[in-house]
């Protein structure tokens, strides 16, 4: 290679294979020029807040000082050169930027003097390893080449800033680096001689430690990495000691994503989404005999520290669970058994623990007619990923009372979950269904389907357990409730949004992501709840109407071949006309899932192509995104993005349990990572 970290000669801000110190091969990816991108990658692993690494090279957003939400903004100059005498921060110099999180590559040449630039900078985030995924530090390694005809001394000025912690603090730390305080600066020198056209390496750290927090609810935590590690010094030198071995672990893993079957945007789009752990995980210690959760300590992830500060919240973690259930159960594990805490005397399961951070203020009565149920299927979920009998009789019986609670939710008594919007009177919220300012009225598609596979899965709960009483329960309110959704919902050509018969209305409408049902059983490997011929016709009117009608994935509604339907209850973020990005992943893991991988493959890569190349956002990713010019409408780094790590457990044809199974992509990325 004649560039360090990677070689800089393909054209920017589209897709190109890469070639990349620690990788044998080139790798797809894509290479941003800096000062475009919006939003730089986070360094930062589970629970330990981040910093921005910006497309200009500044620290941008920060977390890691305790300033959850909001984040503090940086927006500084980490480092800065100087070179024949000429002051040069990093952010003076043109940026080609290539990350694949958790690690970032830049390259910069400065005009001012022959001096060129490498920077690799990573936190590990290591699947199967959680404890090593905790690190409260981000790691350097700069490469310094003189490009001039005569020796060159080039000094490192690093610089954070951030108020003296009650406990803890922050350090710059390496070989030759030295670290002061002067008030809210803590600064970090260094030094390199270079001869005339030499390289030279130099390694650092910068790591913190500030292990108290409160969140907004004033209650005193103590973070995971508090526990693990004694002081800052402590965390830095197990940084600099482990180095190497914690990023071949990091290149290893993604070496498996880069090398499986699937298109490159696909192993990009896996990459980089799972920057949301960094942004948007809490991992508290359990410190004191009177705390209910795990010894391992107690894991969320909110909808978005940066967008919408909910923690938890249900409806999001159901599409964005996935790299927490496939990679550390056992935190999953944790935020399961918090919900089952918090879960109140008729069964309900709480929308969330609190807000914006608060951990211990659960929020009831918000889109209850979706949470117990979805929780159940999580429980199920657990279940088929770790096969442990244990955690699965743990959780039952919360699961078996989170399901009996939504029967009181049957306004009709014909089996299915009827709607329970709160709005009054020309108002929009709360709907308490995902699309939460679109009230819908009756039954929906949506939710009574997401009900259908919330009875396939208790009813599979039951049996695994031998509650034959309780499996034969859902059965009968399963078949009873399949044959009314077919009667009050199924018009011919597709599963209209809502019906309620009781009042002579209904929404002929195309809902992108009316299959939620099939989603659901196909992601839980159980018995489709709908008929195949009919989820097939409603793809195809899915196809025509809701793809047909945008380049950026699907709508999320549409009346008609190629038509956008506005809900007309936003004028800004209407939920009808435009594309949310998790909903309709979902959709067309639902085409791959019937074998159309064609249709499933287009609609997910247009939508993550708009994130990625048309607003260069792959790390602030969006919630909705217009379904007119794939611009952002709404909502910063969103949880429920992260279900595109389902993606490639519905292209292989297969469910939770089958894509944990040994030998498969899971099991390879595993073994890379942990080095077995």
């Known amino acids: 290679m004649t560039r360090w970290p990677f070689e800089d000669n393909a054209t920017h801000n589209s897709w190109s294979r890469i070639r990349a110190t620690g990788f044998c091969v080139e790798v797809p990816g894509c290479i941003y020029d800096g000062a475009r991108l919006d939003g730089g990658m986070p360094l930062g692993g589970l629970g330990t807040g981040y910093i921005n690494l910006e497309g200009d090279g500044r620290f941008g957003l920060c977390s890691a000082l305790n300033d959850i939400v909001p984040p503090r903004k940086l927006f500084f100059d980490w480092l800065t050169l100087e070179a024949e005498g000429v002051r040069l921060p990093l952010s003076s110099a043109p940026i080609s930027y290539f990350g694949h999180y958790p690690v970032a590559d830049l390259l910069a040449e400065f005009r001012e003097v022959p001096l060129a630039l490498g920077l690799r900078a990573f936190t590990p985030l290591i699947p199967g390893d959680a404890a090593a995924s905790n690190l409260p530090a981000a790691l350097f390694e ?18 954070m800033r951030a108020p003296e912690p009650k406990t803890g603090g922050l350090l710059w730390a390496g070989e ?73 672990r990091v290149l290893g893993w993604q070496a498996v994503l880069y090398g499986a079957e699937m298109p490159g945007w696909m192993a990009d789009a896996l990459v980089q989404g799972l920057y949301s752990l960094a942004k948007n995980t809490v991992w508290i210690a359990k410190t004191r005999h009177d705390e209910w959760w795990p010894e391992d300590g107690w894991f969320t992830h909110n909808e978005s520290h940066t967008g919408c500060p909910i923690t938890e919240t249900m409806v999001c973690r159901m599409h964005g669970h996935f790299p927490a259930l496939f990679f550390f159960p056992e935190l999953e594990y944790s935020t399961l058994v918090a919900f089952r805490h918090f879960q109140i005397a008729d069964g309900e399961i709480p929308f969330s623990y609190g807000a914006p951070t608060s951990m211990r203020d659960p929020r009831y009565h918000c889109q209850h007619p979706l949470n117990p149920g979805q929780y159940a299927q999580m429980v199920w979920r657990l279940w088929r990923r770790t096969g442990n009998r244990a955690k699965l009789e743990a959780l039952y019986d919360s699961a078996k009372r989170a399901i009996r609670y939504q029967y009181s939710l049957d306004d009709d008594g014909d089996g299915l979950i009827n ?31 997401t009900w259908l596979a919330t009875l396939t899965c208790g009813e599979a709960l039951a049996q695994a357990v031998g509650d034959e009483a309780f499996a034969a329960e859902c059965r009968e309110r399963l078949e009873r409730g399949k044959q009314a959704y077919e009667d009050k919902l199924w018009n011919g050509a597709f599963y209209r949004v809502w019906a309620d018969p009781a009042n002579g209305e209904q929404l002929d409408v195309s809902l992108g992501n009316q299959l939620m049902a099939e989603w659901c059983t196909s992601v839980a490997g159980l018995e489709a709840a709908l008929p195949p011929e009919h989820v097939a016709t409603a793809l195809d009117t899915v196809w025509e109407w809701n793809v047909a009608a945008t380049p950026y994935g699907a709508v999320n509604a549409a009346q008609g071949p190629a038509e956008r339907y506005a809900s007309g209850y936003s004028l800004v973020n209407d939920f009808g006309e435009h594309t949310f990005v998790g909903e309709n992943l979902c959709t067309a893991m639902t085409y791959l899932y019937r074998g159309e991988r064609e249709r499933g493959l287009e609609v997910a890569k247009r939508i993550y192509e708009a994130i990625a190349l048309k607003t260069l956002s792959p790390w602030n990713q969006r919630c909705l995104i217009s379904s007119y010019s794939g611009l952002p409408v ?33 099991a390879k990325l595993l073994a890379a990572a942990n080095h077995k």
């Not at 329970?420 to 995902?434: L, T």
């Open 419 to 449: 709607e329970q919007a709160h709005v009054g009177p020309g108002e929009n919220w709360p709907a308490n269904q995902f699309y939460d300012i679109w009230p819908w009225q009756g039954t929906s598609a949506y939710v009574a389907g």
């Open 176 to 248: 030759g680096v030295t670290c002061s305080r002067a008030g809210e600066r803590v600064s970090g020198a260094a030094a390199v001689e270079l001869a005339a056209g030499e390289t030279r390496h130099i390694r650092f750290v910068l790591a913190w430690y500030l292990p108290n927090w409160r969140d907004s609810g004033n209650e005193a935590h103590v973070h995971r990495y508090g526990t693990r590690y004694s002081s800052v010094q402590d965390v830095a030198e197990h940084a600099l000691e482990h180095y190497d071995t914690l990023l071949a």
């Open 634 to 666: 709404w909502g910063d780094d969103y949880y429920s993005n992260l279900a595109v790590w389902a993606l490639p457990m519905a292209l292989a044809g297969q469910d939770v349990a089958s894509f944990s199974a040994p030998g498969g992509l899971l």
């Open 142 to 159: 700069l490469a310094l080449t003189n490009r001039g005809d005569h020796a060159m001394r080039v000094s490192l000025e690093l610089e």
